[in-house]
């Protein structure tokens, strides 16, 4: 988001702001889990100082990134124990210390020390939601400087978020209420229960403050009042009250009546001292729109067209009759010259023009992130410098953007595909994959990862499987290939480039009715691997993944959606999936285990992920939030915990010598026994999608856009 601010006044609220209304992140204590984020991310909004070189990230699982060094070095901040899900957007005065950061689930965090010591404020000192949403997102969040009728000073801030949230602070962020309904004009039907998404406040320079929110169905609203105290002014009597603006076609006066007219969301704004600025977003992923203000005075924002640049796709669900569009712009910010930079969906990139109304695609490519274009979700501009922030721990900078051709630069460097699964040989090497089927290593733990495999597969291919029996004998498993067979890869040398071998042939596959699409692969030993997959389908391999057969020859199973597996020899293990189904095999057939949730009642659900490490300690998780622990003497699994939020599990890990367990969600909560359950916070609000033991004790969660590790603190 934009950076803009005058004011320094850390000194007058620190007092009220440090400790009040909220509480700080505590300790880490022996005993505790302590996660460390190695990798990625999805950074969905950034501030940047005006010094150009200090600035902040905020991303999910509550996380707040830091840089002093102009983002060669970054450093995680701590924030609370409570912050533990996505961060959408943060602000900070001029000083560079007191700022604050919003996010889902109503998250408001504020600090007096330039993150050192992040607080969040009490959910009793926030408004209700006009319409009650599903999620209780807010998106951004700005503050300025005013004078009251003592004439002291105050800071006001504003904040944006779902289902028409509007609120605001007059005591530096402490408390909060809702602006609902403090229109001069009656929005169009529908507004007050929509996203309102960016907040901006700009000085004229005359002693006017002048505010913009921008949000749904294409609707910008404005407001304005003095810096100093007015006895005249409505502001001072009761709240400021917003008008809304006109913009082309699809202001308040624009009702959508079906497919044919969709909702046009507008995510960033920026409004420079003189009066012009710009608002982007679009219609789903590739139908972008911007749109300029030429003064103070002008009510009417201008339509600007946004150009396509090959080989993105044409777009889709625009309005009726437009035909060329570009992908969606998510952030945007204003240029020392007064030109725009907007960034968005497929790490696309465009500049406003000096003449005429077509934005140009300055996106000429980074070499590190081609194979992935991440969507940018949070960007700002200094100067001529713009940073653009996303998923996969995307950040992108240019430092000549009013160049004819600006270059980018990928600070991350490491940016891989949405993740699915991950195994270690060692703390030092493994490997991660996922999405497009790319598989990425790391021979340092996962500070860094490099792309070794690249499979020729369709759009949207997934690999879902991974496993490595040591340094050098790996199998990944996916979703159908190009050859109409499961994906399928092998490699006895190590997993690097070059080195990875498809299972292509027909003839080394069991015959399949519709083949499918494999979840879970587990190796025992260097012959034999298990993977499973929809359909009921069990393949066997006794060679090291070079060829399959049928591991369920005996139909025993019929046609469940199989999700997890895992052997403890080469003839007994246990498979998991939909229906609340569970199999175990000791070397001929298969026999169904029964899994009762508390209470005894059958578990109908899906299980998503089962590990083992003895006969006797095998654990599977599943739907809302259950965990069930294999009872030898009852011959069944038995629940044995609920995630206090009842989010679906996606992932189970035990390690080898003691009695702990470790499961995630697909919400990044997590669970840990360890003699009694616990729920600390795992620094991810993405589903956990891998949970790896590693050989010097600790672990490595992986998410959808991330990597982790974590161990036990002495």
Not at 187 to 201: A, I, M, Q, T
Not at 393 to 421: D, F, K, V, Y
Not at 610 to 624: L, M, Y
Request: with cysteine; net charge negative.
């Amino acid at each position: 988001m934009t950076t803009f601010c005058k004011y320094s006044v850390r000194a007058a609220i620190a007092p009220l702001l440090a400790g009040a209304l909220g509480f700080a992140a505590p300790p880490a204590q022996a005993g505790d889990l302590e996660f460390t984020n190695l990798q990625g991310g999805l950074i969905h909004g950034v501030h940047v100082a005006s010094d150009g070189v200090t600035a902040w990230g905020v991303e999910d699982g509550g996380r707040i990134r830091f840089t002093d060094d102009g983002f060669d070095t970054w450093v995680f901040q701590e924030t609370p124990d409570t912050a533990r899900y996505q961060l959408n957007g943060v602000f900070f005065l001029d000083d560079d210390q007191t700022g604050w950061a919003v996010g889902d689930e109503h998250t408001v965090l504020y600090t007096t020390d330039g993150g050192d010591t992040w607080s969040q404020v009490s959910e009793a000192n926030l408004p209700d939601w006009p319409v009650e949403p599903v999620d209780r997102n807010l998106w951004d969040v700005h503050f300025v400087e005013v004078e009251n009728s003592r004439r002291e000073t105050e800071l006001h801030g504003w904040i944006t978020g779902r289902e028409g949230a509007l609120w605001r602070s007059t005591d530096g962020g402490l408390s909060w209420e809702s602006e609902d309904g403090a229109y001069t004009t009656t929005p169009w039907h529908g507004f007050n229960s929509e996203d309102r998404y960016g907040v901006y406040f700009v000085d004229d320079g005359a002693g006017t403050l002048h505010g913009y929110v921008s949000g749904d169905w294409a609707t910008v609203l404005h407001t304005s009042f003095s810096t100093t105290y007015d006895a005249g002014d409505d502001y001072w009597i009761d709240e400021p009250y917003w008008d809304v603006l006109s913009v082309p076609g699809d202001g308040h006066t624009y009702e959508p009546t079906g497919a044919a007219q969709p909702n046009i969301e507008l995510y960033d704004i920026e409004v420079a001292d003189d009066g012009t600025g710009y608002v982007v977003g679009g219609v789903g992923t590739n139908c972008g729109r911007a749109y300029k203000i030429a003064s103070w005075t002008t009510v009417t924002w201008e339509q600007l067209g946004v150009n396509n640049p090959a080989p993105e796709p044409p777009p889709t669900n625009c309005p009726v009759g437009e035909t060329t569009a570009a992908s969606t712009l998510y952030a945007m910010g204003l240029l020392s010259d007064g030109r725009a930079i907007g960034t968005g969906y497929a790490s696309n990139k465009w500049r406003s023009p000096t003449s005429g109304s077509l934005w140009a695609s300055i996106y000429t490519g980074l070499p590190s992130s081609d194979p992935v274009k991440p969507p940018l979700f949070g960007g700002t501009a200094v100067g001529t410098t713009y940073i653009a922030t996303g998923q996969f721990g995307a950040i992108h900078r240019s430092t000549n953007t009013t160049a004819g051709t600006p270059s980018w630069t990928s600070l991350h460097g490491n940016e891989t595909t949405r993740l699915q699964a991950a195994d270690f040989a060692s703390s030092s090497v493994g490997w991660i994959t996922g999405q497009t089927g790319r598989i990425h290593k790391t021979s340092n733990g996962g500070v860094s990862f490099r792309e070794v495999y690249t499979p020729s597969t369709p759009s949207g291919f997934f690999m879902r499987g991974i496993a490595f029996l040591d340094s050098d004998n790996g199998i990944v498993v996916g979703d159908v290939g190009n050859s109409g067979l499961p994906f399928v890869a092998y490699t006895h040398a190590g997993g690097d480039a070059s080195e990875w071998t498809e299972v292509t042939s027909s003839s080394d596959f069991p015959t399949f009715s519709t083949a499918p699409n494999l979840y879970d692969i587990d190796i025992v030993d260097s012959d034999t691997a298990w993977a499973v997959g929809t359909g009921g389908w069990v393949l066997h391999s006794d060679d090291g993944g070079e060829t399959w057969t049928d591991g369920d020859s005996g139909d025993d199973l019929g046609t469940v959606n199989l999700e997890g597996v895992s052997f403890l020899t080469s003839t007994v293990g246990v498979v998991v999936g939909a229906g609340g189904e569970a199999w175990g095999t000791v070397g001929s057939g298969w026999f169904q285990i029964p899994v009762k949730q508390a209470g005894g009642s059958t578990f109908t659900g899906t299980l998503h992920d089962v590990a083992t490490r003895s006969p006797d300690t095998v654990v599977a998780v599943g739907d809302e939030g259950r965990v069930f622990a294999y009872v030898s003497a009852a011959g069944e699994f038995q629940q044995v915990y609920q995630e206090s939020n009842a989010t679906r599990l996606t992932s189970v890990a035990l390690r080898a010598g003691d009695a702990d367990v470790y499961a995630g969600s697909e919400l990044g909560s997590f669970v840990w026994y360890d003699g009694s359950w616990k729920e600390p916070k795992s620094l991810a609000s993405q589903p956990l999608m891998e949970i790896v033991p590693l050989g010097d004790g600790g672990f490595i969660a992986a998410t959808s856009y991330l990597v982790n590790s974590f161990d036990e603190v002495p």
